[in-house]
C-alpha cells in the first residue's frame, strides 16, 4: 500500500514533491532553485517542540547559500484567522523576498497562501473578502498581468495537505466562521514532508488530522463525477486503507516511523484527491464550528450522518470504503448482501465505532459548548454563494432552498445519533 501511495504521489507532483523520511535536509537546494533571498514563516514560533527542526532547516539553507531576509515570521493560530493573515503579509512587505517558505501544519501554510496573494494584489485590492470563493485571485491576476512570488511550503503535521492544494481555509474569528479559497493560483510551487518530523505532534493533532485525511478522500469519492472516478478512485481508496489500518498503531506507538508514514502518505493522498475532486457535507458544516471543534474532528463526527444521507445514490462506491473498514474490524456485516441506505448505515456504524475507539465525540450533544445555534449557523453558511462549491461537490443535487429541510434533518441525527431522522433526497 506504501509504494502504490508513493507512485501515485509521483505521478501527481512529481520534481515538484519532496516526501518521506528523513528528508528536510533536502530544503535549501530545493529552495536555491527558485530563489536565494526568502522570508520564512514557522508554526509556533518559540515553542520548544520546533526548534530541532526549524535548526535543520536553518542548517540546509544556510549551506545551499540561501539568504533569510530577515527575522522568522510568525505562523497563524489554528484555523488561520483573518488577523494572522494580515500580521504575515505586512512582514512579507518589509522584508521583500524573492521566495517564501512556510514551515508548519494546515493553517500556517493557509496563511501563507492568503498573504502571497495579498502581497501581489492588495494595492488594488485591499479587501481579503474578495479573494474568497472560486477563482478569485486568479482572474485578478489575470486582469492585472501579475504573478503570486513563490512560496515553499514545508509541511510538518500529517493533517490536511494544505502544501499540495488549491484550498486556504481563512478564520473570522469574531464569528468563528470559516471561509474558504478555492484557486490553483495558491498551489505552493514546491512542497516538502519528512514524515518523520510529525513524531513530536501532540496526540490529539495526530488523531484530528489522520481523520480529516481520511474525510478528504471520502467525500471527493462520494461526490465525484462518474468521468473523473476511474482516476480518483485508487487514491481515495488507498489514502483511506493506509489511514484506517494504521491509526491504532500510531496511538499506541507515536514514535513509530512505520506508521506515520503510512499516515503521512494517507493524509497526502487525501490532499491529491481534493486536487480531482472537492469535499462537501461535513467540510461545510465544519467551517461553522470552529469554536467548538477541531477542523479533523468535525468532519469526522459529520461524516457518518452524509454517508447515510448520499447512500441511496453511491451504495456502489461506499460498498469499497465499507470492505476497508470490514477488513479492520469496525464493521461485522455481510457488505455483498446490502444495497442502498443499508451500505451507508453499515459504514457509518463501522466508522463511529473507529472515532469511539480513538476517543472522537460522535454526536453534537457530546461536544462540550453545542448549541442550537451552531445548528443554524451552519444551515446559514450553507446559503453563502461563496460556500456553495461545496454543495456542488456533493452526489445529490441541493439547492439553498433545500438547505433547512435536508441538510437541518442531517443535523439533527447527528445532535444525538438518531440515523432515522436522515431524510434522503
Known amino acids: 500500500m506504501k509504494q502504490k501511495a508513493i507512485r501515485l504521489l509521483q505521478n501527481f507532483k512529481g520534481e515538484d514533491y519532496t516526501f518521506g523520511i528523513d528528508v528536510l535536509k533536502q530544503l535549501g537546494k530545493k529552495v536555491a532553485k527558485i530563489g536565494k533571498k526568502v522570508s520564512v514563516v514557522v508554526d509556533s514560533l518559540g515553542e520548544e517542540w520546533v526548534v530541532p527542526y526549524l535548526k535543520n532547516a536553518e542548517e540546509s539553507l544556510k549551506e545551499?547559500?540561501?539568504?533569510?531576509?530577515?527575522?522568522?515570521?510568525?505562523?497563524?493560530?489554528?484555523?488561520?484567522?483573518?488577523?494572522?493573515?494580515?500580521?504575515?503579509?505586512?512582514?512579507?512587505?518589509?522584508?521583500?523576498?524573492?521566495?517564501?517558505?512556510?514551515?508548519?501544519?494546515?493553517?500556517?501554510?493557509?496563511?501563507?497562501?492568503?498573504?502571497?496573494?495579498?502581497?501581489?494584489?492588495?494595492?488594488?485590492?485591499?479587501?481579503?473578502?474578495?479573494?474568497?470563493?472560486?477563482?478569485?485571485?486568479?482572474?485578478?491576476l489575470s486582469d492585472e498581468k501579475r504573478k503570486l512570488l513563490p512560496h515553499f511550503a514545508v509541511m510538518i503535521a500529517a493533517s490536511s495537505a494544505a502544501h499540495l492544494t488549491k484550498y486556504s481555509n481563512i478564520t473570522d474569528i469574531h464569528t468563528n466562521q470559516k471561509m474558504l479559497i478555492v484557486d490553483e493560483a495558491v498551489v505552493p510551487s514546491k512542497a516538502l514532508f519528512d514524515y518523520s518530523v510529525t513524531t513530536s505532534q501532540p496526540h490529539s493533532l495526530t488523531i484530528d488530522g489522520a481523520l480529516d485525511g481520511i474525510s478528504h478522500s471520502l467525500e471527493v469519492l462520494m461526490g465525484i463525477p462518474e468521468s473523473k472516478l476511474e482516476k480518483a478512485l485508487p487514491v481515495c481508496l488507498t489514502g483511506i486503507e493506509l489511514i484506517v489500518n494504521n491509526i491504532k498503531n500510531v496511538v499506541k506507538n507515536p514514535h513509530g516511523m512505520s506508521a506515520r508514514e503510512a499516515i503521512g502518505l494517507g493524509t497526502d493522498l487525501g490532499g491529491y484527491a481534493i486536487m480531482i475532486g472537492g469535499t462537501n457535507g461535513a467540510h461545510l458544516n465544519s467551517f461553522s464550528m470552529t469554536d467548538i471543534l477541531a477542523h479533523g474532528r468535525a468532519c469526522a463526527l459529520m461524516n457518518p450522518y452524509y454517508v447515510v444521507f448520499f447512500s441511496h445514490v453511491i451504495d456502489d462506491r461506499l460498498k469499497k470504503v465499507a470492505e476497508i473498514y470490514r477488513k479492520a474490524g469496525y464493521i461485522q456485516d455481510d457488505i455483498k448482501g446490502l444495497s442502498g441506505r443499508n451500505v451507508g448505515m453499515a459504514l457509518a456504524k463501522g466508522m463511529i465505532e473507529l472515532s469511539k475507539e480513538i476517543g472522537f465525540p460522535t454526536t453534537l450533544m457530546e461536544v462540550p459548548g453545542y448549541t442550537e445555534a451552531h445548528k443554524m449557523k451552519c444551515l446559514h453558511a450553507a446559503k453563502d454563494p461563496k460556500l456553495d462549491s461545496k454543495l456542488k461537490n456533493m452526489p445529490v443535487p441541493m439547492s439553498a432552498n433545500d438547505i433547512d429541510e435536508y441538510m437541518g434533518s442531517v443535523l439533527e441525527a447527528a445532535e444525538n445519533g438518531d440515523m432515522g431522522k436522515i431524510k434522503n433526497l
Do not use: W
Open 64 to 140: 545551499s547559500g540561501v539568504e533569510v531576509a530577515g527575522p522568522y515570521i510568525k505562523g497563524a493560530r489554528s484555523n488561520a484567522p483573518r488577523e494572522d493573515v494580515a500580521h504575515i503579509f505586512g512582514k512579507l512587505q518589509e522584508q521583500n523576498p524573492e521566495v517564501v517558505i512556510s514551515i508548519g501544519g494546515g493553517s500556517t501554510i493557509d496563511a501563507v497562501k492568503a498573504a502571497t496573494a495579498l502581497l501581489c494584489l492588495a494595492d488594488r485590492y485591499p479587501n481579503i473578502d474578495d479573494y474568497f470563493g472560486n477563482g478569485q485571485i486568479s482572474q485578478m
